[in-house]
């Protein structure tokens, strides 16, 4: 730790190296928390309110809520949910982001690399914690493509002095011709928000 702390006060502000970089662990009590959050109405809350903001989306609407920004280019596709206090607590804004990987490796994927890097900034310490899952692919028949589901997908939480930011979930399709089409969008919504 005194390495660490050394490092962050050491480290030139406006570089883009992480003061620390490694593997993400939680705690026994973080998991036996997030598995009771798991069980309550608040996780239902906060999926509905996607849920609700998505369909108003797809319905060609501008969703309602101010906290939730859309990406829709034809490279990726996704979404960054701000955090505010009065909808969940920090320590519930972080276990939507495993909950988020938790149903996306439903949808037969597998985590790649789920890592922390934190970051010397100026007036703050910056913390990203990100799930980056892959499809689970399966060997095609010949001549046939390499079913890509809906591509990669990256799952990040963005911390300030370990309070949260915004959850950005972005979805990126291979492009390569071995590859099939990617699912659509929506449907990779629907699934992670039913």
Aim: proline share 5%; with cysteine; aromatic share 14%.
């Amino acid at each position: 730790m005194l390495h660490f702390l050394k490092a962050l006060f050491n480290r030139p502000e406006k570089t883009n190296l992480p003061v620390l970089h490694e593997l993400m662990h939680r705690t026994e009590a973080e998991k036996h928390g997030y598995e009771v959050w798991k069980l309550n109405d608040h996780k239902d809350y906060l999926m509905v309110f996607l849920n609700r903001q998505f369909e108003t989306w797809q319905q060609g609407n501008t969703p309602v809520a101010d906290n939730l920004l859309l990406l829709n280019t034809p490279q990726s596709k996704g979404f960054m949910y701000a955090y505010q206090p009065e909808q969940a607590t920090a320590t519930e804004f972080k276990y939507l982001f495993d909950y988020l990987k938790e149903r996306v490796m439903q949808l037969n994927y597998k985590v790649y690399v789920s890592d922390v890097k934190h970051f010397a900034r100026k007036n703050h310490v910056e913390t990203i914690e990100r799930h980056y899952l892959k499809p689970r692919f399966t060997i095609p028949a010949e001549g046939e493509s390499i079913n890509q589901l809906y591509g990669n997908i990256t799952i990040e939480l963005l911390l300030h002095n370990e309070q949260p930011l915004h959850i950005k979930f972005v979805c990126q399709p291979y492009t390569d011709y071995k590859y099939t089409n990617a699912m659509p969008f929506e449907a990779l919504l629907s699934g992670i928000l039913a």
